[in-house]
Each structure stands twice: as structure tokens, then as C-alpha cells.
């Protein structure tokens, strides 16, 4: 973990993104997902790993290429397909916080219905589906707390 | 009005001719392909070969209307596109995250009929999946992401 604060901003922006790409699927926009999915690249692109050790740096790039292109999937796709890249993007968003940290509370979140179990990150306890959205907003629940 | 319209179409037309695209052609037999690193069923493997590979490959079998434009820019652009998003020669060479997300959205896009690409189908019909070919090649791309 690094305490540089120009490298925790970083990380915040990626995780900030995420999240805005996270509360626009939960409230049905895919405008605004697709949206945050562009800022989430612009933000990925000028994450900068030197700070990490090797072995966290090779991990950190393989996530940054794959995230990268899941948001630019979601930067440009109709609803159900953002929300099958954020699967995988919520997935590579968690490895990459586990990394780098995180300089807020995250609740990593649960949903057994989508895909054979979902989950992705939300700055809130209270659940709030992304990936079904005002069809089932509240199915799921919180499976861990991060920091 | 008309022959002077039909005469400037022409005119395009001719002068696109003289502008060549870059074909996708490497023959080669690459080490970290799909079919190389896996243990992909025969059967299977052509039908991946024939409906994936012109545009997720080094090497297009290209059709005789890529010589001619616009058809030649319109097939070049795909191939960049599908080459960037996978490419099958260089399977092995992916991690294993990418291995994973690249397989689920193969599985997802087989499943929901958008890959291989109705204007790929429209004129290449053996490319298309029959529901059977379909069912086969997801329960092995799912067998194979179920094993990373």
C-alpha cells in the first residue's frame, strides 16, 4: 500500500467512476453509465503502477488492461450489455482496490440471481441492485466491508 | 440532373478503386493459439475456425468482393475491430483474467446470436451455428472458463 497522496487520488478517481457507473445502472441510465464508462478509461489510463512492486505491478497492469476494456464496452453498449461487462468489471475493480486501497468504506455486495451470483462494490450499506435495477432493486445483500 | 448524378457515383466509384487496404494475411502456425493451448474437440474446432477466425486472426480468408471498395474499407475496419477485442493466435499469450472475461463474452454474445455477425452470415452461411453447433460450442467455452 502507498500513502503517496497524487497515487490515492488516482485510485479514488478509478473508484469514483466505477461507482457513478454503478448508480446510473441502478437507476436504469445507460447514458450515464455509458458516460462514467469513458471517464473510467480516461481514469485507468492515467492510474500509475510505478509506485507498487513488481509483482503488484504486473498484477495491477493485467487488471487495468482488462477493466479498461470492460468500461469501454460500457461506454458504448445498451443497457444488458453494460451490465454483463460490469460484472467483470466489478470484479477487477475489487482486485485492484484490494492492491492499491481504498480511501473510503466500500461494502462489497451480493446478488445469487444475476449469472449464477453477482456481486460488485457500493460506498453504501444499503442495497441497491445494479444489475437489475428498479426490477429488483433490493435483492442481494452485503458480503463484506473493505477498510 | 439523374446522368449527371449517375456520372459523378461512377466517378467515385472508379476513383475508390485506386485506395487499398492493408489484408490480414500472416500464415503461420502460432504457439499460443486458441486451438494450440486447449484441447479443443475436431469437431469444433473447424466450426470455430470457419465462423470466428476471418476476423479474430492474423488471417482473413478473404471473399472476392474485398478487392473492391467501398466493400474492402467496411471489411478491414471489422477485422481491426474484432482482432483488438480477440484474437485466437494469441489465446495463450492472455492472462487469465482475460481469458476469463474474454470467454464470457464469447459465450454471452454465441448465446444471444450476436457472434458471428449477421452481415458476416449473411454472406458466409457456413459460419452459422445451428442450435445444436450452438449448445456444443457453449458447454465447451464454459467448461474451458470453468477451468481457469
Known amino acids: 500500500m502507498v500513502s503517496n497522496s497524487a497515487q490515492d487520488s ?18 436504469d441510465h ?6 462514467a464508462g469513458g471517464k473510467l478509461v480516461t481514469a ?14 504486473t498484477e495491477l497492469k493485467d487488471i487495468i488492461v482488462d477493466a479498461k476494456e470492460q468500461a469501454e464496452h460500457i461506454s458504448d453498449s445498451p443497457m444488458e450489455h453494460q451490465r454483463e461487462h460490469f460484472k467483470t468489471l466489478s470484479k477487477d475493480v475489487t482486485d485492484m482496490v484490494a492492491i492499491i486501497g ?20 457500493s460506498a453504501s450499506n444499503e442495497v441497491k441492485n445494479p444489475y437489475y435495477g428498479s426490477k429488483m432493486l433490493t435483492c442481494g445483500k452485503v458480503q463484506k466491508e473493505i477498510n | 440532373m439523374f446522368k449527371t448524378l449517375a456520372w459523378a457515383l461512377l466517378i467515385v ?20 493459439d486458441f486451438m ?15 465462423s470466428c477466425y476471418d476476423c479474430h486472426s492474423n488471417n482473413t480468408k478473404y471473399p472476392w468482393y474485398s478487392r ?44 444471444d446470436g450476436d457472434m458471428p455477425l449477421g452481415s458476416y452470415t449473411f454472406v458466409h452461411r457456413d459460419a452459422e451455428f445451428s442450435e445444436s453447433q450452438k449448445k456444443e460450442v457453449i458447454e465447451y467455452l464454459t467448461q474451458l472458463k470453468n477451468s481457469l
Not at chain 2, 494450440?36 to 470457419?50: A, R, S, W, Y
Open chain 1, 44 to 57: 485507468l489510463d492515467s492510474f500509475d503502477v510505478s509506485d507498487f512492486s513488481d509483482a503488484q505491478q
Open chain 2, 36 to 50: 494450440k493451448v486447449n484441447t479443443v474437440p475436431q469437431m469444433l474446432q473447424h466450426k470455430i475456425e470457419v
Open chain 2, 68 to 111: 473492391i471498395q467501398p466493400a474492402a474499407w467496411f471489411l478491414e475496419a471489422h477485422i481491426q475491430e474484432g482482432k483488438a477485442e480477440l484474437n485466437f493466435n494469441e489465446w495463450g499469450d492472455y492472462s487469465d483474467r482475460r481469458k476469463n472475461s474474454k470467454l464470457r463474452s464469447m459465450i454471452s454474445q454465441i448465446e
Open chain 1, 30 to 35: 445507460t447514458d450515464a453509465a455509458a458516460k
Open chain 1, 102 to 121: 481504498a480511501d473510503m468504506k466500500l461494502y462489497e455486495q451480493f446478488c445469487p440471481m444475476y449469472d449464477g451470483g453477482s456481486t460488485w462494490l
Open chain 2, 13 to 32: 466509384f472508379v476513383g475508390i478503386q485506386f485506395f487499398s487496404t492493408d489484408r490480414n494475411q500472416k500464415e503461420g502456425i502460432y504457439v499460443s
Open chain 1, 10 to 27: 488516482k485510485g479514488a478517481a478509478m473508484v469514483g467512476e466505477y461507482l457513478s457507473i454503478k448508480n446510473a445502472l441502478v437507476a
